[in-house]
Nanobody, 121 residues
Framework: QVQLVESGGGSVQAGGSLRLSCAAS??????????MAWFRQAPGKEREGVALISRQGGTFYPTSVKGRFTISRDNAKKTVALQMNSLKPEDTAMYYCAAGMGGVWCSPRDWGQGTQVTVSS
């Protein structure tokens, strides 16, 4: 059974930093073939992608977080991280790790349970 478990969320003041981590299990040797992504969903808003990293290591960020967020992966440890700097109150949301085989925002098939990020002004 595959599982994605996020950690590292919390509360921070505007301008601060947080590092989220997602640990994958149950994928065996296929983890390195996965496209991994981070999404977020704020109350009353649709879920949106904030970072993805392909199996080749290519990354993509939307304009809203580009230059502030950095996604990385460690295939040996089966983890993916999201370093978030210069956080803004509008970054407040539940953040989800997702895995897929590629396509638009990785076309996720697996999701973590989420970790809350709260940025105060």
């Amino acid at each position: 059974q595959v599982q994605l478990v996020e950690s590292g969320g919390g509360s921070v003041q505007a301008g601060g930093s947080l590092r989220l981590s997602c640990a994958a299990s149950g994928y065996g040797n296929t983890y390195s073939n996965l496209c991994m992504a981070w999404f977020r969903q704020a109350p009353g808003k649709e879920r949106e992608g904030v970072a993805l990293i392909s199996r080749q290591g290519g990354t993509f960020y939307p304009t809203s977080v580009k230059g502030r967020f950095t996604i990385s992966r460690d295939n040996a440890k089966k983890t993916v991280a999201l370093q978030m700097n210069s956080l803004k109150p509008e970054d407040t949301a539940m953040y989800y790790c997702a895995a897929g085989m590629g396509g638009v925002w990785c076309s996720p098939r697996d999701w973590g349970q989420g970790t809350q990020v709260t940025v105060s002004s």
